[in-house]
């Protein structure tokens, strides 16, 4: 019985998706709930299973094409194991049991697959710990840093092989005995929605950012006082910093409703929730996945969700629906590195909060030079919904509270 393929049901903030990779061709034999295709959609990867054992039929959309919601993309013969004319048996039947059934008995997240094409491994030799026996990206890399030969290509590539290593997710250009490379890729729909929303921001938003400076030093006298009694409590939950600027964030915007708030066109939005989106670099970009109802949440459950939401993301398991809402965004650029920053906001989105690096600076204190663990904070908002009164005194709030983290526990 023929099955049609079709792509997944899309929700309303996306469009379209692409056709990225094409796990099995005409002809060949699938098992049920294996990967055939994968779907690139502006947010995340989509992965298309077969519904049961069977062949896949037909193509009827390449790599490369744009999709619509549930649109037909091919047709899967149900059970259907050998209907091949007699000319076309003895190929058939030397080709799967040669090539094809490692594939099948292999399943890989889409980085891991990337990775693995890029520096053309056997996959069957990588170790697997994802769930189900799936080949993560952190298998391919650990296998590559453990390995220094692991692709068979020829034997003067070793060095090179493992001198992309640390850049996994890009394009390798080291080539023996060739300089001045250049290497042209397509540019991934996530990362080209990033880009558009990006540019969208800053050609129709008022857009402008307030700093300050939060000492540490509270935060961190806490931090390492309960950490292990905490980690004991919750089931190995480690206490970090982002929990703290989470919840400080949450009490802000309910003292500041209009940083919390969206624009509709020509109409305010306020919301009585507070959805928090926390920005998590992936290989594939930029994502933002969204803590709900955070008002509600403790410090553990916070810091659970954000592991959880970074973890989905270096395996490409994030959802549209991981990463849809939001009424308030906090992006950590102090984990790279960075001092100071300007982050631009997430439409529809009114306000971001950026924190940075903790560095010790001298500091003056009660007329005393005393080194204190500092951090730059920076407040990027929408100036047509939120006044720059509004905007320092949010980002006081979380100053204070941060300084003073007693009072966010106690909620005064």
Known sequence: MAIEIKAPTFPESVADGTI????????????????????????????????????????????????????????????????????????????????????????????????????????????????????????????????????????????????????????????????????????????????????????????????????MKPVMDLRNQYKDLFEKKHNGTRLGFMSFFVKAAVEALKRFPAVNASIDGNDIVYHGYQDIGVAVSSDRGLVVPILRDVDGMGLADIEAGIRNYGLKARDGKLGIEDMTGGTFTISNGGVFGSLLSTPIINPPQTAILGMHKIQERPMAVNGEVVILPMMYLALSYDHRMIDGKEAVQFLVTIKELLEDPARIILDV
């Open 20 to 215: 990225a990779t094409w796990h099995k061709q005409p002809g060949e034999q699938v098992a049920r709930d294996e990967l055939i295709v994968d779907i690139e959609t502006d947010k995340v990867v989509l992965e298309v299973v077969a519904p049961t054992d069977g062949v896949i039929e037909s193509i009827s959309k390449g790599e490369g094409d744009t999709v619509l919601s549930g649109e037909i993309i091919g047709i899967f013969a149900d059970g259907a194991a050998g209907t091949v004319t007699a000319s076309e048996a003895p190929v058939v039947a030397a080709e799967p049991a040669v090539q094809t059934a490692p594939a099948e008995a292999l399943l890989l997240s889409p980085a891991a697959r990337k990775l693995v094409d890029e520096n053309s491994l056997d996959a069957s030799l990588i170790p697997a710990s994802g769930k189900g026996g799936r080949v993560t990206k952190e298998d391919v890399v650990n296998y590559l840093g453990a390995s220094p030969a692991p692709v068979a290509a020829s034997a003067p590539q070793p060095e090179a092989t493992k001198s992309s290593t640390p850049a996994p997710n890009m394009p390798s250009l080291d080539i023996p005995g060739q300089g001045r490379i250049e290497k042209r890729v397509p540019m991934t729909r996530l990362r080209a929605s990033v880009a558009r929303r990006l540019v969208s921001a800053q050609q129709n938003a008022a857009l402008l950012t307030t700093f300050n400076e939060v000492n």
